[in-house]
């Protein structure tokens, strides 16, 4: 004689089975849906949120109206308009320049664009696109015996955080007094009223305070090739960084950064490795 069995299946378990599954097979389809929708991993994907300075002529600065401009400002909207994003969807920040990079690691900003030179250590913390602009380091001061920079021993010589003058300065400049600001105009204001000796900056900045204040001269000049200046993003992300780097070499290609350099550096040696290729 057989004797028949009754199995009972719970029904719950097979239901919780049955939704693992299908969330397991949603996010699956879901996830190029959202790469896709935001490509670059900006914060907002509509819109470009960048870190800048207000006080950086030419490269970055703020107009009367609160605009920002400047060559840096400038070949970043070309850029971004290569990538589809129209100048009203590229939102600017000013920030102190010793806050920029820290700001795009920790998520704040999608990029930090305020003529940001390269180099190793920073690139421990962030990643920046390809160079885009090269230059000098300079020494605005009103003082006629600051001539090399031997002179500057015993000096009060003004840096702002966190750029490549402070770190040029703390390891060159033995014997000077550095004093730190965060931004060019507030050390210009303690030069000119005699607080500092000395204050060391980009060329083409300094090179814009000079026409401002006629008793300032530009005595030291040193060459800062080896750390070019490049868009920063957050580290790791590639998609983002290889797009600005499309865009850029696009722009040095067909004349555009010719064109702008041109416009805020007349005059200026032009590097050649920015301009149009054969």
């Known amino acids: 004689m057989k004797i028949a069995r009754t199995i009972t299946f719970s029904a719950a378990p097979m239901r919780a089975a049955i939704a693992a599954l299908t969330l397991t097979l949603t996010s ?6 959202v790469a896709a929708e935001n490509p670059y991993s900006l914060i907002d994907a509509s819109v470009i949120s960048v870190g800048t ?37 590229v939102i600017f920040t000013g920030q102190e320049f010793s806050a920029l990079m820290p ?6 900003f999608d990029v ?15 990643d920046f696109s390809d160079g885009y602009l090269a230059g000098f380091l300079t020494v605005l001061t009103p003082e006629a015996d600051i001539a090399d920079p031997a002179a500057l021993k015993g000096k009060r010589l003004g840096v702002v955080q966190g750029t490549l003058q402070e770190i040029y300065a703390q390891k060159n400049f033995t014997g ?12 210009v204001v303690a030069l000119n009223n005699g607080t500092i000796d000395g204050h060391f900056l980009d060329f083409e ?13 530009t005595p030291i000049n040193i060459p800062s090739f080896d750390a070019p200046a490049g868009f920063v993003v957050r580290k790791g992300n590639d998609a983002f960084r290889e797009a600005l780097n499309k865009g850029l070499h696009a722009a040095m290609q067909d004349g555009t950064w010719k064109k702008l350099y041109e416009k805020w550096f007349p005059g200026s040696p032009m590097p ?7």
């Open 28 to 33: 699956a389809f879901a996830l190029p849906a």
């Open 103 to 108: 700001s795009v690691a920790n998520g704040r």
């Open 176 to 187: 000077t007094d550095l004093v730190k600001f965060p931004d060019n105009n507030s050390a």
């Open 112 to 126: 930090a664009v305020a003529a940001i030179g390269t180099t190793d250590k920073r690139k421990q913390t962030v």
């Open 272 to 278: 050649e490795q920015y301009l149009p290729k054969p």
């Open 53 to 89: 300075m207000g006080d950086a002529k030419p490269y970055t600065f703020a107009t009367a109206s609160g605009e920002f401009t400047g060559f840096d400002i400038e070949l970043f909207l070309d850029v971004a308009e290569r990538m589809v994003f129209k100048k009203d969807q």
């Open 205 to 217: 900045a300094a090179k814009d305070y000079t026409t401002r204040y006629t008793a300032l001269k």
